[in-house]
């Protein structure tokens, strides 16, 4: 496998992406019209961390990290790295090592559609990290792979310079060009939901608050007391 590394990619502007970390994934996912989420499997190796950044894509051979090491020398601050693989792999091909070399360049953290390892001192270290498995299995450097390429996650392609949000739910990649435009929806959706708690706290329910029983007597669902439903008495 050959490959290539591309050098200097346009990036998402820093200031939108620190008000996209304001919000949680859903909250930005659902801003987006519910797309840009990788599926449910790439979970964090922490909890109650929440971090964005502008991505550095990798493309490697499963069970291989040899461009890893590359991708390592195009990432700077505010960057997130984003790994996958030419085909599905669990191996541990990111750990404690690379996570000191990545903070070092201020690196927010890395998204691996593989294995991860060292979990317990990235977690010391505060290196955010969330991964589609945790494994010890070791790695080689031996075939070669492509750096800041677009890659596909889950059914999501991420490009170099996209904005990853990350958090406890999940990963969102939300396209540099869409990231002024997403932060400012999730504003307005992060008011709206400050209202509905607000109602919510006062005693208001959602039946009524989006006009849900309605919807309920559209759909032919009806509302029968005990005794009349199972002809007893209770």
Not at 103 to 121: H, K, L, S, Y
Request: aromatic share 4%; charged share 25%; hydrophobic share 40%.
């Amino acid at each position: 496998m050959s490959g290539v590394i591309v050098t200097g990619p346009p990036k998402a502007n820093l200031k939108d992406v620190e008000a996209l970390a304001r919000y949680g994934v859903a909250t930005v996912s659902e801003a987006m019209g519910r797309t840009g989420l990788l599926g449910p499997l790439v979970r964090p190796v922490q909890q109650g961390v929440r971090v964005a950044g502008t991505a550095v894509t990798v493309l490697s051979w499963p069970g291989d990290n040899l461009m890893i090491h590359a991708a390592v020398e195009q990432c700077g601050e505010g960057d997130l790295l984003v790994v996958t693989t030419t085909s599905p792999c669990t191996d541990g091909l990111f750990g404690e090592l690379f996570a000191t070399a990545l903070q070092r360049r201020g690196v927010r953290g890395v998204v691996m559609n593989t294995g991860i390892r060292d979990t317990q001192a990235l977690r010391e270290m505060g290196f955010a990290a969330w991964s589609r498995a945790v494994s010890a299995q070791g790695t080689v450097k031996a075939t070669g792979g492509s750096v800041n390429v677009p890659i596909a996650v889950d059914g999501q392609v991420i490009h170099p310079g996209d904005v990853i949000l990350a958090d406890d739910d999940g990963v969102v990649v939300v396209p540099r060009e869409r990231a002024r435009e997403t932060a400012e929806r999730a504003e307005a959706r992060e008011a709206k939901e400050a209202a509905t708690r607000a109602a919510f706290l006062d005693g208001q329910l959602g039946l009524d608050r989006y006009g849900l029983r309605e919807t309920l007597k559209e759909l032919g669902v009806e509302y029968r007391a005990y005794e009349e439903f199972t002809g007893e008495r209770p």
